[in-house]
């Protein structure tokens, strides 16, 4: 005979919304933002515990002793994504956040880090054309090498994020007589899938064409369909799998460092940095390059672009110096 079905304790079903939170609406979110708000989630909660305080749902009181303790060890944007992860799970929970502004303690908490911090984000620092020339000519005549020029090159030119390069197959390519087509299924900015196609045109030197070296790149590894770009082990043998975003911002670096750049200032994100920042200062306009970075709207832009005429027609030029 089965066992009567007993209905879950007020506690049990707080402790059960607490497991779920975990998942934060996992098809919603890109999977990079469901990592971060897991483990942010979890500092939170682990921080509760060691002072015997409530995580679950958490009084706004709690929140503001939280964050106040972060800024002694976080930045201002780290910060900031703990308070939404935080307000995910009490939403996913069925409870109100702890973390809104409307809360005085929070707020005025918040303002004071903000103060006290600064706000200002420091990104990565674009990779530009000339950079990218170096990289490329510095790279071993090895698969390996030519995989990572193929990588640095259409990644350069495609303004391609990091998960949309590792995401990218054969399938998704299509080479036609102005250059290569690429559809993105997926990107941060299309969750639903609906799918971007963004165009890649010949370069005018051959070495450093990111037509021609994604072309050089599959006939060397054999890749006819799947994944474009792999890993490459040790003796040559080309992985199933595709690389992971780690691993391509790991190449990116390690090119930087063949040239003598610094590389703890370069990761993958510089080179969609520096394809907004070298268009900039090659004059393109902002529809055109927004066209390539689906970006929607200037503001974002804006923030991709690393001082393009910060020397243009500079005023102090005129001092007499």
């Keep these: 005979m089965s066992a009567a079905l007993v209905p879950l304790s007020h506690q049990e079903l707080i402790v059960s919304a607490a497991s779920r939170a975990h998942d934060y609406a996992a098809n919603s979110k890109a999977p990079a933002t469901v990592r971060a708000y897991r483990a942010c989630w979890q500092h939170f909660q682990a921080w509760c515990r060691d002072r ?15 964050i106040a303790d972060c800024a002694s060890k976080h930045k201002p944007a780290s910060i900031s994504l703990r308070m939404a992860a935080i307000s995910a799970a009490h939403r996913l929970a069925g409870f109100e956040s702890p973390a809104l502004m409307r809360h005085a303690v929070v707020s005025e908490t918040w303002a004071g880090i903000r103060r006290t911090l600064g706000t200002a984000q420091i990104g990565k620092s674009a990779l530009l054309t000339e950079n990218i020339r170096a990289m490329v000519d510095a790279l071993p005549v090895t698969l390996r090498g030519t995989r990572d020029a193929a990588l640095l090159l259409v990644g350069f030119a495609s303004a391609c994020r990091r998960s949309e390069l590792a995401a990218m197959t054969v399938e998704d390519l299509c080479w036609v007589e102005e250059g290569l087509r690429i559809t993105l299924r997926r990107s941060k900015t299309d969750q639903e899938g609906k799918g971007q196609t963004i165009g890649v045109p010949y370069g005018s030197d051959p070495a450093t064409c990111p037509v021609r070296a994604m072309k050089r790149w599959l006939a060397a590894a054999g890749i006819t369909d799947g994944f474009a770009f ?16 780690d691993s ?11 040239v003598g750049m610094e590389k703890a200032q370069y990761a993958g994100h510089s080179l969609r940095a520096g394809f907004v920042t070298q268009a900039a200062r090659a004059g393109c306009s902002e529809s055109s390059i927004m066209k390539q970075t689906r970006h929607k709207s200037t503001a974002m832009l804006v ?8 020397f243009r027609n500079n005023a102090a030029t005129k001092l007499g110096l």
């Design 248 to 258: 391509i911002a790991l190449c990116i670096k390690r090119a930087c460092g063949s």
């Design 230 to 245: 792999r890993g490459v082990l040790k003796g040559g043998r080309v992985q199933v799998g595709r690389m992971a975003g």
């Design 303 to 310: 923030r991709y672009t690393r001082d393009p005429n910060l």
């Design 52 to 66: 015997g305080l409530v995580a679950l749902p958490a009084e706004p009181r709690t929140v503001a002793l939280f």
